[in-house]
């Protein structure tokens, strides 16, 4: 009895331990996990309203009601859809409630944010579909439409945000972040064979900034890093 409550007490303290640790994260914080291809992946802990990048890419589900607001998503204080929101007016909120974006698989729109509003001067919607029907196989695709879209604009970097957890979604941060760099090395894949074989004039990715909150950042870490050594090796 005795052997399983200090087994118990333990386990509750690296439990809290680990969390006051990824805790201390400070915004901000940055690092080059790694590159493939040319394309330096960077951990960032920023908002996608705050993250100085030639242009945002930010995912959402489709449309209920209060979805970034409610009690599943992340505080307020923490929560990037809302700063995003907060920044544009509440315009992210408008069009998505409107219709104007219904956020269906990989959907996107474009937005040219008010001069100030955020740091990058074009902000990408994604739209994730049924928030019901979500599997991280998803973030892939969703990686793979974020690098053609950034090269189809001619810039050279973007900062990338996943947003599931801040619309409520408790997913694998792993997982999704390394799904993420996968998308991204499959599509310049696709545009150097495109490039070479004379078919594109694409302007080459230089650096990919992989947001993350400062609880998920050394998660998210080490999926990136996973999904870049899995890509050197093919």
Known sequence: MKNSVNKLLIAIVLVFSNLILAQTTSVGTSKNWGSVDGISMIGLVQGPSSANAQLQVACVFEYTEGDIFNASALPANLNGLVHLDEALKGELTNIRKSGQ???????????????????????LLIGLGDRNKFTPDLMISVGEVAAREAMRLGVSNFAFASDLKDAGIDSPTALVAGNVVRGIVNASRSENYLKEHKLSTTKKLEKVYLLAGPAFFETAGDGISEAITEAKKK
């Open 101 to 123: 974006f219904l956020g269906h698989s990989l959907e996107t729109i474009l937005i040219v944010p008010p001069a100030g509003s955020m740091s990058a001067k074009k902000l």
